[in-house]
């Protein structure tokens, strides 16, 4: 398209702000992806830790649950060995419990 020098110019000045609006607007789109990645992957972990808390609580009810019935089904029947055994169980579930509760507050950024 052929214009008189002054409107060529002013049009040529046009086109390059055209063509950089596209790619800024290109560039928001793509942040804007990101972004909706970014809140759909959050809220998928956020799921996936409330469900770790509901088994969490479930495990620590079963843990609870079968010691008190273990307890209840030998009270006073257990050898000192077997007795052992049973307890040496139980602390090794209080400890995994402990640890996965000391690696999430290490874990969690305060405040």
Request: hydrophobic share 50%.
């Amino acid at each position: 398209m052929w214009l008189p020098w002054p409107f060529s110019v002013l049009y040529s000045v046009l086109v390059d702000i055209q063509a950089n609006q596209a790619r800024i607007l290109a560039v928001l789109n793509q942040q804007q992806q990101q972004e909706i990645k970014m809140a759909t992957t959050l809220a998928d972990i956020l799921t996936s830790v409330q469900d770790e808390k509901t088994v969490d609580d479930s495990i620590v009810t079963l843990v609870t649950n079968l010691k008190t019935q273990i307890d209840a089904l030998l009270a006073g029947g257990l050898s000192p060995a077997q007795q052992a055994q049973v307890d040496a169980i139980f602390a090794q579930v209080a400890a995994n419990k402990k640890e996965v509760a000391d690696a999430v507050t290490a874990n969690t950024p305060s405040g």
